[in-house]
């Protein structure tokens, strides 16, 4: 299910008793809108509660104040003004009680759980579930107004919980379910049936819990979580200046007035109940002030009227998450650790959620009675004679040693108590000589910025293990929120060495140039979106040394020189930018020299040597794909394996591909590019072999063609001869070719792929060699890395073999492509000649930016991509199932699911100006698909009725804003690529001026 939008809050507000911690807690908070936990304009904000037992409902009050202090100062007012709370949307965070099991408190306490979909890895504390839960689960759909949160406990919430705002006025909380034998012990809510409260029993009776039984046979917990509208956050925040609620604010204090304690469900929310009447709740005690202070009732009373006075009229709801989950985070140790178990899971166990101070406790699992017989500590060495009983609890306890008059301290120093002697002997006299302090005494002195900081580097440190495991294992795991965490928290120096390291060490090619794209991505981030865009060129002179240590294959070499030369680049955007290409470009050498392996399939066979000026003609069908594209594009096709389903098609009836080459006398190549065979529009002759240099510059003149003669075999560019050595040695003279396609530039119809098969089958045999189709289908790959466009296999697959068939490349190397014909219904290759058609958009499609980025995302593992790589190769096999069984219907789904897939493949291939056109089609076809990589050239439409050209050429004309278009007939080529040799024509002069 998709995430909903999240909350854009105003402000987060993070509140807690530790006054020496204030500023460690707001690095927090910014640290996690660094991690895009909190949106980028939220106001963030770690606030001290005023005095250490002001209750939660008085650091609420606190917080308001300061929230409404500085959104006051933002807007430019010299006062407070509730007015800046209409259009706010506030979180507040308590920190609440101090928390034995961990130095930084329960909302920093670490849970064994990961979330994969998060932009950033790091640490996933309580705190970061709870900001999540409230941002995306709790939040969306709220009014302006002011949500309070506690952290003492672990939360499960559904995505989408059904929580209507509709009308929504005064306050409401957020129940979760419970069980009748917890809510003994716990806060529950009595609701009428529309879910207004009318009552909170604290630990109450069996006949009041059982009056709040749900039809689930569940009771609702007051659950930590509570939303204020704007109108009662208004009158909340009113109290701040009346006596003695006053005292519950910094304000107040910073004044001399008294403190008073609060409780925010039951003093705050509590008057609000409707069943509650105003003699019981002035009478009434909340459970947090506990059973002493008894002289500060009357102080207490007085703040509940005025509590009364402003809020008593303001509705308090329930919203019940039926299928949500609570857990208190207790100090009871076996209960926490089980909690942190299954945080969350259905049927975790909901544990007590007040921790009381009291002598009958235990420690190492043993009543004090025990612990005192067996160690021979006593009760005056942990308190003070008159302590009284109700405070002789573990908190109070001096136990720990800090300092020994003679000696320096260690772990046997306190871990002697776990001996079952009787009594400790040495170790007992020299633990009373010790200072010692107890665990109230030590928390003032706790480092909580050494802890966290201690935390996160242990992280990173894991973190540098885990990539390393990721490349070298080759796991489909995306490295990329590591470098994200790695680049905002101030440390990419680690990642980027540990990269170099996996890179240089690689046996694998693969391994290796993932881990330099994994580079790529640390410079891009380090970039922080600012210096241009990521796909660009890469051919800067400085990069060259490194490149060309790559190009030998000495990988160890080409990494330590990248690494220098990345050095140079890293003080400011452009030059990170700019740096990441050339780390993407490097990682295409390595690609390459893989795809190269595809040679080990290419072979010839001799035949009579064509006579001079003989021309030999190569034409070809385009193509068309019907599913699983992108998958044949390295790496994809040797790491995942590849398999497309493909059509050879005539277009309008015409072959519109080809090439044709013959020998000539002069010892020269004469290149000839042209729209048809009989309009050339580029002509080159090369001489000497610095006129081919510039074969591997795709978009320098007749570069294909200069690869063509080179990955041929017929010109060597590096040998020690000249160009017109070669060639009278080996053939006696030059060669003319000419090329051709009828088709617009990146039409999505194979046009380059096809082209440089129909150059290369024509080159071989004007030059005395055949080369079998499948053989070709690799020579073009090999042809397509020396010219450095990259690209897959499936373009020649499906315009050099005939009719209907998929490829297939299994996920190894050498890279090898295997072709099956489909076999079809008879009569249906003509019902689907009826029924196809192609309409050129009027749009050139970019795709070498989408390559750039599709391989950018596959080499990053993003989970969604990968996924979506595997359901492309799947569903060529169901598409294959559709054509045999020759349905329409069932083409058209494969269709339309196809188009979705690459879209999800290459955001932005959908031009808007496409999906107007295919929105207006849509009703009369069973599905379609831009073909290719998308971007523009040709939509191909399967019709639901036959021959319907003319008709949808009606149904375009009457839509407005579709700019150049044209339609035209498309029918399935059963002969794929044919060669054929003409009469032979003299040529003793070059034809070009």
């Not at 008085?58 to 917080?63: C, D, I, R, S």
């Not at 405070?391 to 001096?398: G, I, Q, T, V």
């Not at 390291?501 to 994994?518: I, M, N, S, T, Y």
């Not at 096709?637 to 044709?660: Q, S, T």
């Amino acid at each position: 299910m998709e995430q909903p939008k999240g909350v854009d809050w105003t402000v987060v507000i993070l509140t807690c008793q530790y006054k020496d911690s204030v500023q460690v807690f707001q690095r927090e908070l910014e640290v996690r809108q660094k991690r895009e936990q909190i949106p980028a304009g939220t106001l963030l904000l770690a606030v001290e509660d005023p005095e250490k037992r002001v209750g939660s409902g008085g650091a609420t009050l606190n917080a308001l104040l300061v929230a409404a202090e500085h959104l006051s100062a933002r807007a430019g007012f010299t006062v407070v003004t509730s007015d800046v709370l209409h259009s706010a949307w506030i979180l507040i965070l308590h920190m609440g009680r101090d928390f034995p099991f961990d130095d930084c408190g329960r909302a920093f306490t670490c849970l064994s759980v990961e979330n994969p979909e998060a932009p950033v890895e790091a640490l996933v504390c309580n705190l970061d579930c709870l900001l999540d839960i409230m941002t995306y689960r709790l939040g969306p759909g709220s009014p302006p107004g002011v949500w309070v949160c506690s952290t003492d406990m672990l939360l499960s919430v559904p995505v989408n919980p059904g929580i209507s705002w509709d009308s929504f006025r005064g306050a409401r909380v957020i129940a979760l379910p419970g069980s009748l034998a917890y809510a003994r012990n716990h806060g529950v809510y009595l609701t009428d049936p529309q879910g207004l409260v009318l009552d909170i029993y604290y630990q109450g009776t069996e006949a009041e819990i059982q009056r709040c039984v749900r039809p689930d046979g569940r009771v609702p917990l007051v659950s930590g979580v509570v939303f204020f509208s704007v109108e009662t956050a208004e009158r909340l925040l009113a109290t701040h200046v009346s006596p003695p609620l006053d005292a519950c604010t910094y304000l107040g204090l910073d004044s001399g007035a008294r403190p008073v304690q609060l409780s925010l469900f039951f003093d705050i929310l509590y008057c609000m109940a409707e069943n509650v009447t105003r003699e019981d709740f002035l009478v009434g005690r909340p459970p947090e002030l506990g059973q002493g202070d008894a002289d500060v009732a009357g102080y207490l009373q007085s703040a509940r009227a005025q509590l009364w006075r402003e809020l008593r009229d303001q509705p308090l709801t329930m919203a019940y998450v039926s299928n949500g989950s609570y857990s208190y985070m207790t100090s009871s140790a076996t209960e926490f650790l089980h909690s942190l178990a299954r945080p969350g899971a259905p049927g975790a166990q909901i544990v007590h959620s007040q921790v009381e101070r009291q002598g009958a406790g235990t420690y190492l699992n043993v009543p004090w009675s025990e612990f005192f017989k067996r160690t021979g500590v006593r009760a005056w060495d942990l308190w003070d004679p008159d302590t009284p009983p109700a405070e002789c609890c573990l908190p109070s306890a001096r136990l720990f040693p800090v300092l020994h008059p003679s000696r320096d301290l260690g772990p046997q120093d306190l871990l002697w108590m776990l001996d079952r002697q009787e009594d400790g002997g040495e170790a007992l006299r020299a633990w009373r000589a010790s200072w010692r302090l107890s665990w109230e005494q030590l928390q003032p002195c706790l480092d909580r910025a050494a802890t966290l900081a201690s935390r996160r580097d242990l992280f990173f440190r894991q973190a540098l293990h885990k990539a390393r495991h990721v490349l070298e294992a080759r796991q489909d795991l995306s490295l990329r929120p590591l470098i994200w965490a790695a680049v905002r928290e101030g440390c990419p120096g680690p990642l980027l060495a540990t990269l170099d390291q996996v890179a240089a060490g690689a046996g694998d090619p693969g391994v290796a140039a993932r881990a330099l794209a994994c580079v790529a991505d640390v410079l891009g981030c380090m970039a922080e979106g600012r210096g241009g865009l990521r796909s660009g060129p890469a051919a800067n002179p400085e990069w060259m040394r490194p490149f060309s240590y790559l190009e030998c294959g000495d990988l160890a070499a080409g990494v330590e020189a990248l690494a220098q030369e990345r050095d140079k680049w890293l003080s400011r955007p452009a030059l990170l930018v700019r740096a990441a290409r050339h780390y993407e470009g490097a990682g295409q050498i390595l690609i390459r020299q893989a795809v190269m392996s595809a040679q080990h399939f290419v072979s010839t066979e001799p035949v009579e040597l064509p006579g001079l000026g003989q021309w030999v003609v190569a034409e070809c069908p385009a193509r068309v794909d019907f599913s699983g594209g992108w998958s044949d594009t390295p790496p994809l096709a040797y790491e995942l394996g590849g398999a497309v389903l493909g059509l050879a098609v005539r277009v309008d009836g015409r072959r519109p591909i080809g090439a044709r080459a013959r020998r000539i006398p002069e010892p020269e190549l004469w290149l000839a590019v042209g729209p048809r065979q009989d309009e050339m529009t580029v002509k080159i002759v090369c001489r000497c072999l610095a006129d081919l240099r510039d074969y591997c510059q795709p978009h320098a003149p007749g570069a294909l063609l200069k690869a063509a003669f080179i990955c041929a075999g017929i010109v060597h560019v590096h040998s020690e001869l000249q160009l017109n050595e070669q060639l009278l040695r080996t053939f006696g003279g030059g060669f003319e070719l000419h090329t051709w396609s009828e088709l617009p530039h990146g039409s999505g119809l194979g046009t380059s792929s096809i082209l440089a098969g129909t150059a290369l089958a024509a080159l071989q045999r004007a030059a005395g060699r055949v080369v079998g189709t499948e053989a070709l289908i690799h020579a073009v790959l090999h042809l397509e890395q020396v010219l450095t466009t990259g690209g897959g296999w499936q373009d020649q697959v499906g315009g050099l073999m005939p009719g209907i068939k998929v490829g297939r490349s299994q996920a190894q190397l050498p890279l090898k492509v295997e072709v099956e014909e489909v076999t079809v219904p008879e009569g249906f290759v003509q019902k689907l000649n009826d029924h196809l058609l192609l309409v050129y958009t009027g749009k050139t499609r970019l795709a070498r930016n989408l390559l750039q980025d599709v391989l950018r995302s596959w080499y990053a593992r993003l989970p969604a991509v990968v996924q979506n790589a595997h359901s492309l190769v799947q569903q060529t096999e169901e598409c294959a199932e559709a054509f045999r069984q020759g349905s329409l219907p069932l083409l058209g789904q494969c269709l339309t699911s196809y188009w979705e897939q690459k879209k999800l493949m290459a955001p932005g291939c959908e031009p808007l100006a496409v999906r107007r056109m295919m929105d207006v089609l849509a009703p009369h076809v069973h599905g379609q698909s831009l073909a290719g990589a998308g971007g523009g050239g040709f939509l191909y439409l399967l019709t639901k009725e036959p021959q319907q050209k003319e008709a949808l050429e009606a149904v375009l004309a009457k839509t407005e804003g579709l700019g150049n278009y044209s339609i035209h007939l498309v029918e399935v080529d059963t002969q794929g690529l044919s060669l054929k040799l003409l009469g032979t024509e003299a040529s003793t002069c070059c034809p070009f001026p």
